[in-house]
């Protein structure tokens, strides 16, 4: 065939549906719109076809079937020449294509009634282009190619970090930098919390440092659960699944303990990106663009890259500052008496910080500061280290084991942008000394 | 005798919604097409549509129709997707003079829809010609419920006669 399915990339991204014809044994036409096209390899596609029963007696009576896709960014049509091979309902395809699914029965609306039961898989037998009266006048959108000594030395350079910190930034330079995406986010998964916390942000007027997602709710918390990629490509139909736009981030902090999820207005696609670790999802990396049809499966499959390798730094630096760690660290002297107090108080029932009345954070990162605070003034110092607060808190928080070092670096840039009088900065691998510029007065209530 | 459906009401105000239509026919020897209509007309009796299609874009469906005259074509309503599909017998004829006004009103509406659906003008323009246009007369025998849900491929409730 002159035509590759590989030349129709843009024709699998669920924004213009695909339309099947079949026939059957006895000769009866039958045509439907289908909610998705998946391309498995070079000859085959699935085919999601949930509903309609006709279709799916028709390609098994007749294996003739004539498939159209249409190209989102062009609208040019293709004819597809295919014939079934067999039905799948379990297994890596079938999980691929019910994660497409749910992004693109979101696209349309349709989540509810969506819902995968098997798949058909086809042979790909001939495909030819369908005329169009629309003379091509210029050379048609197309995306650039993935730079890949780009991507080779992104992943270079998050390989090289230590830090959870220094990883997460590498990994968002690397998006802005290989693929040119302006905005993106790194949500760590915290199970305390059953939620997704941004703790690495490019881009936005409000780094939304510290928003959730809860892990089962929307696009992000659909990759996170499934550990698949889950792309939108068309936003025009789609209700946003954030947080309600205009809020006043800092305004309404105080009273809600709940950061505002960071919006880009007018985002025309998102991609959401499990970040997976010998098959444990550790968060999600999350971009978005006013592009239409921006995410490519080039960039998918880049950013898939990326944030693999971003999840094995992060899982080597919790494993290496939990080995580095050495006994209790030094005390240090208390501020002079005669600075003003500064006044923190620590709720229990959802463990959030509020610092001279400004909410810092919740959940482990605020257990974690408490725990600082409470053994500052205690015991007079101001050092301490991983281990330590991993025994301490671990009998609560026991999925702490497995992701300290994340949590202390979103307490620390909450402390940082919020411009706290006390600050949480790394000394040393698996040390940090807390820091404050008066004395501390702290309250603990339920 | 071969049984023929009448459209009723409730299909026939349906068919008057901005709406997208796709056809479908088959070669003698059990091979499917698939093109998209630009236009049609419920005749009188209420149980023949003519449908319009461009025979310079979907050749195959001229070659099918001549070869064997079984045609199904679905209609859409982009907005929610409420969907009906007709099966039954097609002739071809030339299109005449009054089905080419039902084009262009047929091509205006669904280009206006898709736009206030948020779909590109320019991606729209190749799926909607009347160039080469053909008209497919079909004496519909099925009626069937299409829109995704539990209701779909469902016979629907028009009269038989």
């Given at each position: 065939m002159s035509l590759r399915l590989s030349d129709l990339s843009a024709c699998f991204e669920g924004v213009i549906p695909s339309i099947i014809a079949t026939a059957s044994a006895d000769g009866a036409p039958n045509i439907s719109y289908l909610s998705h096209v998946v391309r498995v390899d070079g000859e085959h596609v699935a085919l999601s076809n949930q509903f309609f029963a006709k279709t799916a007696a028709n390609v098994r009576a007749n294996p003739k079937v004539t498939l159209m896709l249409v190209d989102g960014l062009t609208g040019d049509q293709f004819l597809l020449d295919i014939s079934f091979v067999r039905s799948i309902d379990a297994g890596p395809l079938f999980d691929r294509i019910a994660g497409q699914l749910a992004a693109s029965s979101a696209q349309v609306g349709m989540s509810d009634v969506m819902r995968l039961r098997s798949a058909d898989v086809f042979r790909v037998r001939g495909i030819e282009k369908v005329p169009s009266?629309?003379?091509?006048t210029a050379p048609a959108p197309r995306r650039a190619p993935v730079d890949l000594p780009a991507l080779a030395d992104a992943i270079r350079a998050i390989g090289r970090q230590a830090e959870a910190g220094a990883i997460i930034d590498s990994l968002l330079c690397g998006v802005q930098q290989v693929l040119g995406y302006a905005n993106a986010l790194v949500l760590i998964h915290d199970s305390h919390r059953q939620s997704l916390i941004t703790t690495g942000s490019i881009g936005?007027?409000?780094?939304?440092?510290g928003s959730e997602i809860v892990s089962a709710g929307g696009m992000i918390g659909a990759a996170a659960a499934s550990g698949q990629t889950i792309k939108v490509s068309d936003m025009s139909r789609v209700r946003r699944f954030g947080e309600a736009i205009g809020l006043e981030a800092g305004a309404t902090e105080n009273t809600t303990r709940t950061v505002v999820f960071p919006q880009l207005p007018m985002a025309m696609s998102q991609i959401a990106v499990p970040m997976v670790t010998r098959g444990v999802v550790a968060g999600v990396l999350f971009i978005e663009s006013t592009e239409r049809l921006a995410f490519s499966e080039e960039d998918a499959a880049a950013l898939d890259i990326l944030a693999g390798q971003a999840a094995n730094a992060l899982r080597a630096s919790e494993g290496e500052a939990a080995a580095a760690e050495t006994g209790h660290a030094t005390a240090t002297p208390e501020p002079a008496a005669t600075e003003t107090d500064i006044r923190i108080v620590c709720h229990r029932f959802d463990d959030s910080v509020f610092v001279d009345g400004v909410y810092i954070v919740k959940g482990v990162a605020g257990a974690l500061l408490r725990l600082m605070i409470e053994w500052r003034l205690g015991?007079?110092?101001s050092e301490f280290t991983n281990r330590e607060m991993r025994l301490a808190a671990g009998a609560r928080m026991p999925e702490i084991k497995d992701n300290l070092e994340t949590r202390l670096l979103l307490l620390r840039r909450r402390l940082d942008e919020k411009q706290a009088p006390i600050r949480v900065v790394r000394i040393g691998r698996g040390r940090v000394r807390l820091e404050a510029g008066g004395p501390l007065a702290l309250t603990v209530r339920d | 005798m071969t049984m023929t459906m009448r459209l009723d009401d409730r299909l026939l105000e349906f068919l008057r919604r901005p709406l997208m239509c796709i056809i479908a026919g088959v070669d003698q020897t059990g091979r499917p097409s698939a093109g998209r209509g630009v236009g049609f007309n419920v005749l009188e009796d209420r149980t023949t549509i003519d449908l319009i299609f461009s025979g310079w874009q979907w050749p195959r469906l001229v070659s099918d129709i001549r070869q064997t005259g079984r045609l199904a074509v679905t209609f859409v309503s982009?907005?929610?997707?409420v969907s009906f599909q007709l099966k039954g017998r097609a002739d071809l004829s030339e299109t005449e003079v009054p089905n080419a006004d039902h084009a262009a009103r047929f091509i205006t509406a669904a280009t206006d829809e898709l736009q206030r659906l948020g779909v590109a003008p320019h991606v729209i323009a190749p799926w909607l010609t009347a160039q080469g246009a053909r008209l497919a007369r079909l004496s519909i025998q099925e009626i069937y419920i299409q829109t995704p849900g539990p209701h779909a491929g469902m016979m629907t409730g028009a009269e038989v006669r």
């Open positions: 009266p629309v003379a091509a936005y007027e409000n780094s939304g440092l015991e007079g110092r | 982009p907005a929610d997707y």
